[in-house]
T-cell receptor
Framework: TQLLEQSPQFLSIQEGENLTVYCNSS?????LQWYRQEPGEGPVLLVT???GGEVKKLKRLTFQFGDARKDSSLHITAAQPGDTGLYLC????????????WGAGTKLIIKP | DTAVSQTPKYLVTQMGNDKSIKCEQN?????MYWYKQDSKKFLKIMFS???????INETVPNRFSPKSPDKAHLNLHINSLELGDSAVYFC?????????????FGPGTRLTVL
């Protein structure tokens, strides 16, 4: 059982549509990071959320940290083919803060 | 200017061989990592070094041996390669050992064991 569950595992939608992907846990995290990994490359950090209920925006991407700090969501408005990639969440557990815990990722494909 | 570089990009080899992957970062970071990403894209931490000192050593077969000659380099040597070692191996670095820091990843080394 993974500490961070990401859903859906795979999502393929048309350009222009909106979507939300999730990162859930039964454990409390002191912070969560979202990374995007494009094919053939390493993950790149998009955002870090640290406060329960926090919302951060990065152009068309909106990240939210749950009030209880057990979950996070990423909403993309008007998805574009350039958004295609593997979206990974990673977090630091509140009671064990020595390493980053990774989710398995959501593979997103945006079709033109 | 490449921040985290790995060589080689691709590595194809036979079962039983020994191979090494090299990683270098020019960011001045203290901490470096090796990750394995399997075919299902799950990213699993293998090792972490902070200023040449091993700080994370996950459950990894002892055929895998990391070496950090200085804080800018972290190499991975794999003995007696097995089919299950086929994966993409990522090197990463961060400012220091705090897990709250951003990690900067290299482009990955795709290892195929035949």
């Amino acid at each position: 059982t993974q500490l961070l569950e990401q859903s859906p595992q795979f999502l393929s939608i048309q350009e222009g549509e909106n979507l939300t992907v999730y990162c859930n846990s039964s454990s409390v995290f002191s912070s969560l990071q979202w990374y995007r990994q494009e094919p053939g490359e390493g993950p790149v950090l998009l955002v870090t959320v640290v406060t329960g209920g926090e919302v951060k925006k990065l152009k068309r991407l909106t990240f939210q940290f749950g009030d209880a700090r057990k979950d996070s969501s990423l909403h993309i408005t008007a998805a574009q083919p350039g958004d295609t990639g593997l979206y990974l969440c990673a977090g630091v557990l509140m009671d064990s803060n020595y390493q980053l815990i990774w989710g398995a990722g959501t593979k997103l494909i945006i079709k033109p | 200017d490449t921040a985290v570089s790995q060589t080689p990009k691709y590595l194809v080899t036979q079962m039983g061989n020994d191979k090494s992957i090299k990683c270098e970062q020019n960011l001045g970071h203290d901490t470096m990592y090796w990750y394995k990403q399997d075919s299902k894209k799950f990213l699993k931490i293998m090792f972490s070094y902070n200023n040449k000192e091993l700080i994370i050593n996950e459950t990894v077969p002892n055929r895998f041996s990391p070496k950090s000659p200085d804080k800018a380099h972290l190499n991975l040597h794999i003995n007696s390669l097995e089919l299950g070692d086929s994966a993409v191996y990522f090197c990463a670095s961060s400012w220091d050992r705090s897990p709250y820091n951003e990690q900067f990843f290299g482009p990955g080394t795709r290892l195929t064991v035949l």
